[in-house]
């Protein structure tokens, strides 16, 4: 097609005007308009290649010089990009939290870009800013359930914040956990606080010799990135064992205790609403009274399992959140919002104020601008996916998206355990669960063999495991990913297993039954199958 022109005229027409109807560009946009899952079943294609083939196609160092026309330019990205993308729409792709959208996403996407509104501050997003703060009061108040009065005094309060947005999870564990430190070690007397006069000043000054942050093995890896950010150090991130899944509130407390009495000051105890790896939830009400005793702060990390509180069923599975000084929430997961939507919350709106930062040239003191207590500065509109999916679904919609999800994966669950050739490893708490293929009769070896016997047939699972997965996502129809997880029936070893997330609306129980007989004909294919099946697995082979 040759090169575009390199002059303003042409580059005003790339700005202002779109190229003809029938252009690249115009057919994608037509087609993903009349339906993204045939586009999707059309262009994203699920064959075997590998990733330093795709590297390839991006191995250009240097900025093109010259223009390119768009159709062409869109031409390249179905090619190169668009084909070899992971089709998260489709109801086999179960392996992660991320899933179908519902289709008004694009055409608000449209509107998002199109009106580009900067959320740092009201001068680029002057109704985009109480949109933001309306949507916070709206979550804020799905945690902590406070009377309409009490919001209307701190809504649009441009002393107080509910919340803060951000583009995940885990800025939204960075800004509870900020917020939590420049509390803790805040001014006093003389002393300006940890936010002027730095860690070591605030060590010194209050006598501490190291500041910890507890969670359990299960607590996502943006916490080891946290304390790495706010200089409080990877080695006083106090990961606990957690073989049935969930933070134990009594050694909680026995090892908050001891890392005190040790010269050291605990500054916030992690629970999880839906652990990333299994979705099991801590035992949040107790952790909430840890907290308390010990004097720290208390964050909820539930970014995955947030949205359960939607529903009137299941909310209980979630008791104690609203007693959190802060929470994570996801939009990007279980509110099917596009991805960049996450949300710390506030249970105090003056908490907010302890990381509040002012510039004359744009955060002037008391203005209501959003970046003044947001970990990240410029940043688009997230907010009004937010705001157009908690009215397009209401909290009834959502109910009923977050109780089929719990449901089907509790059938899933009953269909692994009916199934002579797999072995359910952790039952679901919301919509995740972890399951692995083993055939009936080691099933039945495992419960009566030695520690050492049973190490070894673990051992020749876990190979079973992670060739049965990757062989079926090679083959490309269906996706779960893998972990491993301790076992308690195993003496706390560890053994890997598939791990399923069911959040797809889309996906139903035909397409469940098929990925499991998929994994069964790919696993008694293989010869470690026979191996295990004809009982060959003695310590001398």
């Known amino acids: 097609m ?27 946009e037509q087609h993903l308009s009349d339906n993204i899952l045939d586009f999707l079943s059309q262009h994203v294609v699920a064959k075997n290649t590998s990733l330093e083939e795709i590297e390839q196609d991006f191995s250009e160092s240097v900025v093109p ?16 990009l668009v084909a070899h993308s992971v089709n998260t729409y489709s109801p086999t792709f179960i392996g992660h939290m991320t899933s179908a959208l519902p289709y008004f996403h694009l055409p608000l996407a449209k509107l998002l870009v199109g009106l ?22 709206m979550m804020h108040n799905l945690v902590y359930d406070q009377d309409e009065q009490w919001y209307q005094q701190y809504l649009h309060s441009a002393r107080h914040a509910l919340g803060a947005f951000g583009s995940g999870g885990t800025v939204a564990n960075i800004t509870s956990l900020w917020v939590a430190r420049n509390k803790m070690l805040g001014p006093d007397g003389q002393f300006p606080g940890v936010a002027k006069a730095g860690l070591a000043s605030a060590y010194r000054h209050y006598n501490i010799q190291n500041m910890g942050v507890m969670c359990s093995r299960r607590g996502h890896y943006s916490l080891s990135k ?19 899944q969930t933070l134990s509130p009594e050694l909680a407390l026995a090892e908050g205790k001891r890392y005190q009495q040790d010269g050291n000051k605990l500054l916030a105890i992690v629970g999880v609403g839906g652990t990333t790896e299994t979705g099991h939830v801590d035992p949040l009400d107790e952790l909430a009274d840890v907290a308390r005793e010990l004097g720290c702060w208390f964050h909820v990390d539930a970014a ?8 009137k069923t299941y909310r209980e599975r979630l008791k104690g959140i609203e007693r959190a000084d802060s929470v994570t929430i996801d939009a990007h997961k279980q509110m099917y919002v596009p991805m960049g939507a996450g949300m710390a919350l506030f249970k105090n709106p003056e908490d907010a104020n302890t990381v509040r930062h002012h510039a004359q040239y744009i955060l002037r003191q008391g203005s209501k601008d959003l970046g003044a207590t947001t970990l990240e500065g410029s940043r688009n509109g997230m907010a009004m996916m937010v705001y157009a999916s908690l009215h397009i679904f209401g909290r009834r919609g959502y109910e009923l998206l977050i109780d089929q999800s719990i449901s089907k994966a509790a059938k899933f669950a ?48 876990d190979s079973l495991v992670v060739n049965v997965q990757k062989l079926q996502r090679e083959a490309g129809k269906s996706f779960v990913s893998r972990t491993r997880l301790e076992s308690l029936d195993y003496e ?10 069911l959040a797809n609306p889309l996906t139903s129980e035909r397409d469940l039954h098929n990925i499991l ?13 026979k191996e295990l099946s004809e009982g060959k697995h003695s310590i001398s082979n």
Request: proline share 5%; with cysteine; charged share 25%.
């Open 414 to 461: 009953s269909m692994i355990n009916d199934h002579p050739d797999f072995e359910l490893v952790t039952a679901p708490t919301l919509s995740i669960l972890t399951y692995r293929v083993c055939p009936e009769n080691t099933r039945a070896k495992l419960k009566t063999v030695s520690q050492k016997e049973q190490r070894k047939l673990n051992h020749k699972l």
């Open 2 to 28: 040759g090169e575009a022109q390199v002059s303003l005229k042409h580059l005003f027409r790339v700005f202002t005007k779109p190229e003809h109807k029938d252009s690249k560009l115009a057919q994608i």
């Open 304 to 311: 995955w399992g947030g949205a359960t509180l939607f529903s």
């Open 226 to 244: 946290a304390v790495d950010v706010l200089g409080i150090g990877r080695e006083n991130l106090i990961s606990l064992p957690c073989p049935n």
């Open 492 to 501: 706390g070893t560890s053994v890997t297993v598939f791990r399923v997330v």
């Open 517 to 529: 007989e998929e994994q069964s004909t790919l696993a008694r294919g293989r010869h470690i199958w």
């Open 65 to 80: 010089e010259s223009p390119e026309f768009v159709s062409s330019h869109a031409e390249t990205l179905l090619n190169k």
């Open 116 to 137: 580009n509104q900067n959320l740092v501050k009201i001068e680029t997003s002057k109704a985009f800013t109480p949109l933001e703060r309306q949507v916070l009061g």
